[in-house]
């Protein structure tokens, strides 16, 4: 089992210092998320080659690795230009992914969640597209439910990976997301069973308690999703449950700590996870 730190709230570290400050952090793996200089969120990737390689120089010295590199694209969005341009920019990011001798991706299903229908055969015109790459590059693809994804509920996410009928695409839970995926990760993990891969860990509060007042957004029937990224214990997430469902699923994929809230004590919620996160390893496994 890997556990990784998603860089978000240190994204202004210059990339050739990041596996440094990771290291000093105590982290062994990145997972290589959006950031203006590399993977901009839904624009073509910055990065060069040289770049590339001198990248990988730093992590080699620092003793750090990849645990897997997360693009976000418009491949779901009902706009076809959009999605053609999304497809383009995933190939050069799969690209950059094996140069980085990476053999993990993750993502989100994308779309919109008013138009789901429309959005899930723009989702499967763009895999017929990358499912052939995947499958050439060896690269696996982790998918989450996302909120205000096409496909938020976690059971119906699972139910379509498994319909691409692919070893290349597998499921990732995100634990943030777990009140807008339907409250049920124990059900979910279940469900899912070794397409189970990859795991998004911070807490978040349940936006469904206190009779769905526990925020009140103007005006009343506004459709945003609101949730957090905080450190364990701060929300409602059970983390009993949540990894004593993953001990009994027998999950031994990447856990990322993917917290975005503390960008004023990053250092201190980075190491405050990945040791809240051994303990819980140590407890249930």
Request: aromatic content about 10%; some cysteine.
């Amino acid at each position: 089992m890997k556990i990784a730190l998603d860089p978000t709230m240190f994204r202004f570290t210059p990339l050739l210092e990041l596996p440094r400050l990771v290291a000093e952090l105590g982290y062994e793996w990145i997972e290589l998320s959006p950031r203006e200089d590399v993977l901009p969120f839904f624009r073509h990737p910055r990065i060069d080659d040289d770049l590339l390689r001198r990248f990988r120089r730093e992590l080699d010295a620092a003793g750090v690795g990849i645990a897997s590199v997360l693009p976000l694209y418009r491949w779901s969005g009902p706009d076809e230009q959009e999605r053609e341009a999304a497809v383009r920019y995933w190939k050069r990011a799969v690209e950059i992914t094996s140069l980085l001798g990476v053999d993990q991706m993750v993502s989100e299903f994308n779309g919109r969640p008013e138009d789901s229908s429309r959005s899930e055969g723009q989702f499967h015109r763009s895999m017929a597209e990358l499912l052939p790459i995947f499958e050439r590059e060896g690269i696996t693809l982790n998918l989450e439910p996302h909120p205000d994804d096409f496909v938020e509920d976690g059971h119906v996410a699972v139910d379509m990976i498994r319909g691409l009928n692919s070893p290349n695409v597998k499921f990732l839970y995100c634990a943030p997301h777990t009140f807008h995926m339907g409250d049920d990760a124990p059900g979910i993990m279940r469900r899912a069973g070794s397409l189970l891969n990859h795991v998004h860990l911070a807490d978040s509060f349940d936006h469904t308690a206190s009779s769905g007042l526990r925020y009140i957004v103007n005006p009343p029937d506004s459709t945003a999703r609101v949730h957090q990224h905080l450190d364990i214990g701060q929300g409602d997430v059970d983390w009993d449950e949540f990894f004593g469902s993953l001990a009994e699923i027998g999950f031994d994929g990447t856990l990322t700590v993917a917290v975005f809230a503390w960008e004023d004590r990053a250092r201190e919620s980075s190491t405050f996870m990945l040791d809240t996160t051994t303990e819980y390893i140590r407890k249930h496994w």
